[in-house]
């Protein structure tokens, strides 16, 4: 299912929260007003009672209780809807008020001495205080007096129903309230979404203005700004790369077409034919070896980590490196050295195509009768290889681009000197996907090429 929208769940929140904000005032007001109701009714039935209490202590012996009904009726004058029942042990009533039969409440278990209390009738709802009173004629006698609540509760029932109205009222107005609010603090998201559509391949130099947001929006701001820089910074690489890749192979194209165009405008003898087959062999291998490694390259972009990884003796895999290039060495009058010994966990062959990509650049620009250093050292949180070789220093424009691919220092160097500019992406590729890093320095007596490999390579 899809996700409710963001203005449908602000909606729905400004609606519960109206919700029991409504409930929640309603029940403390209704709570209030029948307290006050309590109050009212408990003080009248509080003051009828006192005002029987004393009339009934100043009775004495012998009094003829029916002179004393009109002293109780005088009693009730003020009160209204006040009941009043008043009984003696044993005898016939003293006062009834007229209504309903207050006798019917002093049935055992049904109600509590000198507390105030609710009873109905069927008909009416009273709230009730029983005492038992001793008159002065040391008689005892059961006070009842009853005030009728049927208005409070009449009210307070037209209050709840009045309650409901507001909150689904106040539901409703909330609801509209908030939907325009939502879509109102949504407009700058949506000035955004307007902004973020018209951006294309053509136009990724756009940004965003951090400060023309709201501030809870800066940081999104922010983070698109810097997304749109890493995906114009890559995408001007991919295009340079594929410019790049044109050009190289343009080249060996051109140069087969060429000499095949050559070969076919005249008769030609075997060894004529021979000589050009070789010349395209060569040019074969030049774009075999480059097509190589871009699909290297593209494989070691998507994988993650080495596929194969195993314990390496770096030293042992130099000394081959040595023995591989000592002629060309020889010939180049360079001398190789080998200092110090570590291991590693990592591809082998990986690393020694890294290794090798390194050394065969550090013979190629050395000059003659001059030495390639390559130093490894095994320390205790990584493992470095530093190769280092004298020659022509690099200048400080060149240093931070030379693990780019395609890139070559001097653009005039022959093809079949420098290759296709794609050995030192490849080292880098390599020693990255080992978790390691790799760095280039350069000075007036020689360039240094240093790896570190991290701690978890370690074996």
């Known amino acids: 299912m899809r996700p409710l929208s963001l203005t449908l769940r602000l909606t729905v929140l400004f609606c519960a929260i109206a919700t029991v904000v409504f409930l929640a005032f309603g029940w403390i007001i209704e709570r209030s007003i029948d307290e006050h109701f309590a109050i009212q009714d408990t003080k009248e039935l509080n003051l009828v009672a006192q005002a029987v209490e004393h009339s009934l202590s100043t009775l004495q012996p012998g009094f003829d209780l029916t002179r004393a009904r009109q002293r109780f009726e005088d009693m009730l004058i003020g009160h209204h809807g006040t009941l009043l029942l008043i009984t003696p042990a044993l005898g016939p009533h003293v006062y009834a008020s007229p209504g309903p039969d207050l006798s019917l409440i002093l049935k055992p278990n049904q109600t509590q001495q000198n507390t105030v209390q609710k009873w109905s009738d069927d008909e009416h709802n009273y709230r009730i205080l029983i005492q038992q009173v001793t008159g002065g004629d040391n008689k005892h006698y059961s006070v009842i007096i009853a005030v009728a609540i049927d208005f409070h509760l009449h009210f307070l029932t037209h209050f709840r129903h009045t309650l409901w109205l507001m909150v689904i009222c106040g539901i409703i107005v909330m609801g509209v309230m908030g939907w325009l609010s939502v879509r109102q603090g949504h407009r700058p998201l949506h000035h955004i979404v307007e902004q973020v559509s018209h951006i294309s391949a053509s136009q990724l130099n756009s940004r965003l203005n951090p400060e023309a947001v709201p501030a809870e929006l800066t940081e999104l701001a922010i983070s698109f700004n810097e997304l749109l820089q890493r995906m114009e910074e890559a995408f001007n690489r991919l295009s340079n790369f594929s410019a790049d890749i044109a050009h190289e192979l343009r080249t060996p194209v051109t140069n087969l077409m060429t000499q095949t165009q050559v070969a076919l405008s005249r008769a030609r003898n075997a060894e004529e034919y021979q000589e050009i087959l070789y010349s395209n062999m060569e040019e074969y291998e030049r774009m075999a070896q480059m097509i190589g ?93 530093v190769i280092q070789n004298p020659g022509t220093p690099i200048p400080e424009e060149h240093l931070c681009k030379l693990f780019d691919r395609f890139y070559r220092t001097d653009p005039s160097r022959q093809r079949s000197g420098d290759g296709a500019g794609l050995g030192l992406a490849i080292v880098k590729s390599i020693i990255e996907s080992h978790g390691g890093t790799i760095t280039a320095n350069s000075d007036q007596t020689s360039t240094r090429f240093q790896i570190n490999l991290p701690n978890s390579c370690i074996d």
């Open 293 to 385: 490694d871009m699909l290297f390259l593209a494989k070691a972009d998507n994988a993650e980590h080495p596929p194969n990884t195993e314990a390496i003796d770096l030293k042992s895999e130099l000394s081959n490196l040595f023995d591989y290039y000592e002629a060309w060495a020889e010939e180049s009058r360079v001398s190789l050295i080998q200092e110090g010994e570590a291991r590693v966990q990592g591809d082998r062959l990986m690393l020694r195509r890294a290794l090798s990509n390194l050394l065969s650049n550090a013979i190629r620009h050395t000059p003659p009768d001059n030495r390639v250093t390559v130093t490894l050292s095994q320390q205790e949180k990584s493992v470095q290889i």
